[in-house]
């Protein structure tokens, strides 16, 4: 994970990067840290914990220069502590290192390192890069960027880096290998670099993401230039960026979560706009139009994402058998790759990923790659690694998600995942025409639907109050909302550190039922549908051990009333729908729990949104 940035100009350099980096704590906040170029001098600020930290620290410390890198850390190599904070130092101060990433042959190299009479302060994978350029520089006596570039031939792993020295003044050195790195192009001659286009996009819309093993150097007089890892000059390939300056801030809400909860009425319709017409009667999605007969004629489909994506995968996979009639596996990317899958050029691969950075997901695709199957993604992050290697994908246009618990991008993924499902079973004649129309009519109708669930806001704090001191937490669903139930689960650990578990709801009786008694509630998705009566006996199985149950019933229902402790309504809609509706009391539910819980509701510990490290 981690999050980096720099810059080199004419402006100040310490309030961009402090800027930057609060954009980029998403990405872990462990720790944090800046170089500043000042005087032919380095001057480094690191401190443990948040940005802000940082930012207290450095208040009254010499902040010039025109010149700097900075990073959030999220620890993997050593404690999260001043010390292992980033940058990271030559001996002789003469250059500094930003990395995210892992340095796999760390401990070969630093051994070989010490040999040569280096001595490491850090406990981090990353301070032997810092050495190894110094130790190849002075004993080669070539420049600090092709000192970069032997260094990095020399390195196991994923990295992004941006390297300052004081022997080059007017450079900034990045490279990048399966992390992330996007190099802004300023109107005055200066340059952004950072791991994502956020740091970036307030200073300037043009914008080139590096590819894998690509060096870019951005230099006061020359320019930027971008060589592979060979040395092969190339052209760079400059993108303008979409992303709009709002997105990025809280407008007027308290937290993150809360608003990216609250846009997903706006965010649901631009996921489909212009992708159906309920109307006009029919779906389209442009960017995987061409690979639909492939799906159709395909023997399986495997979808593999991690945390809330996967969550969305196993939806995904109720939505393509049911309507479809096509045969899908959901794998955590992370078992897939290690499992010497069986691959092979009729497999369909379909990656779901917010960030589109995810290592495992990135490396499971890789692997699917390389055994000839077509890979196709779903992201939210535009110009993100996973859509860039993806053969074709859909974008789930939610908008940047900031809150480290995702919202917004699950609906998304979910209703890209039923975008998909329907255009498929449509073209392969898996659905009557009447139910084609009544999905779509369905679909259009979601976002106002999701507004009138948002609008039961106050009963479900009410709920919350009353559970918000809970040590565990049982979620059950089935069908579709199995998933639904363990999103629920999932986002309340995530952020109120409450202990959940999802379950589908007949499997509780091989379990989980001994730990019900009168302290545990019981959050069930009990709307209308083949299993509601089903559900209805599991409710009661909870009520006669005393369990407190927290039903999701459709709106009018009388019968889940009568038991359950508290019920939540949400709009009638057709029944492959309802994992977006469900979701959403969840999602608020969690939110107000952790804000009475005192948590961190935008910034969970120990976790990060990109997780770019395996
Ligand atoms: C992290 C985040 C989760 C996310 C998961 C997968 O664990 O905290 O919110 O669901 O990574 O991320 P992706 O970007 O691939 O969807």
């Known amino acids: 994970m981690c ?45 443990q914990g948040k940005v802000a930290n940082l930012e207290e620290f450095a208040a009254n410390k010499d902040l010039n220069g025109t010149s700097g890198i900075g990073h959030t850390r999220w620890a993997t190599h050593g404690a999260p502590n001043d010390v292992n904070a980033h940058p990271h130092y030559s001996t002789d101060g003469n250059l500094a290192l930003i990395h995210n990433g892992i340095i796999e042959n760390y401990d070969t190299l630093r051994k ?95 914008v080139v993401y590096l590819e894998d093993e690509e060096i870019a150097i951005v230099d006061l007089n020359d320019g930027l230039k971008i060589f592979n890892i060979n040395n092969q000059e190339k052209t760079p390939y400059i993108q ?6 709002e997105a990025l801030e809280k407008g ?25 017409n309920a109307d006009e009667g029919w779906v389209s999605l442009g960017g995987i139009k061409e690979y639909e007969q492939k799906m159709i004629n395909a023997q399986r489909i495997v979808m593999v994402a991690c945390g809330t994506s996967w969550h969305a995968c196993l939806v995904g996979e109720y939505l393509f058998e049911d309507l479809a009639r096509i045969n899908v596996e959901v794998e955590y990317a992370s078992e897939f790759r290690y499992r010497n899958p069986i691959i092979n050029e009729n497999d369909i691969v379909i990656a779901v990923s917010q960030s589109g950075e995810t290592a495992d997901t990135m490396a499971a695709l890789e692997l699917a790659k390389s055994k000839g199957a077509t890979i196709l993604g779903i992201c939210n992050v535009v110009g993100s690694s996973i859509s860039r290697i993806t053969d074709a ?61 948002l609008e039961k806001n106050d009963i479900i704090e009410k709920i919350a109050l009353e559970y918000k001191d809970a040590t565990n937490a049982l979620y059950l669903g089935r069908g579709s909302s199995f998933p639904v139930a363990l999103e629920g689960a999932l986002k309340l650990k995530e952020i109120s550190y409450i202990h959940a578990e999802g379950y589908p709801a007949a499997e509780m009786k091989h379990g989980p039922i001994a730990l019900i008694d009168e302290e545990m509630p019981v959050f ?3 709307t209308k549908g083949t299993s509601y009566e089903k559900v209805v006996s599991n409710i009661q199985e909870v009520k006669a051990r005393k369990g407190k149950i927290i039903a999701i019933v459709t709106e009018g229902d009388e ?13 009638d809609t057709d029944e492959h729908l309802v994992p977006i509706l469900a979701t959403i009391p969840f999602q608020l539910l969690s939110y107000h729990i952790a804000v009475m819980r005192g948590c961190n509701v935008d910034q969970p510990r120990n976790l990060a949104k990109s997780v770019t490290v395996e």
């Open 524 to 526: 069930v998705i009990a």
């Open 252 to 276: 007027g809400y308290e937290h993150f979560m809360l608003k990216e909860i609250h846009e997903q009425p706006r965010s649901i319709r631009d996921c489909f706009r212009g992708r159906m």
């Open 559 to 571: 019968t889940v009333k009568e038991i359950a402790d508290h019920v939540i309504e949400i709009p």
């Open 240 to 245: 303008q960026l979409e992303l709009q300056l």
């Open 3 to 47: 999050g980096i940035v720099a810059y080199i100009g004419k402006k100040q350099a310490y309030p961009i990067i402090l800027k930057g980096l609060k954009r980029l704590e998403y990405r872990g906040y462990d720790s944090a840290g800046i170089a500043l170029l000042h005087d032919n001098q380095i001057n480094l600020y690191k401190r």
């Open 112 to 206: 070989e390192l010490i040999l040569h009479g280096y001595v490491f302060k850090s406990e981090t994978d990353t301070e032997v890069l810092v050495h190894l350029i110094d130790d190849i520089q002075k004993n080669e006596h070539v420049s600090i960027a092709e000192a970069v570039r032997l260094a990095l031939l020399n390195v196991v792993g994923a990295y992004a880096i941006v390297v300052i020295s004081k022997e080059n003044p007017n450079q900034l050195i990045a490279a990048r290998k399966s992390s992330p790195l996007v190099v802004g192009i300023g109107g005055e001659g200066d340059f952004y670099l950072a791991s994502d286009a956020t740091p970036i996009v307030e200073y300037t819309k043009r």
């Open 393 to 453: 994908g859909s974008y789930t246009h939610a908008g940047p998600e900031i809150g480290v618990a995702s919202t917004k991008a699950f609906t998304a993924q979910v209703t890209v995942l039923t975008l998909m499902a329907v255009s498929l079973a449509h073209k392969k004649g898996t659905i009557s025409e009447t139910k084609f129309h009544t999905m779509l009519a369905e679909l259009e109708a979601i976002p106002e639907k999701v507004k009138m669930v």
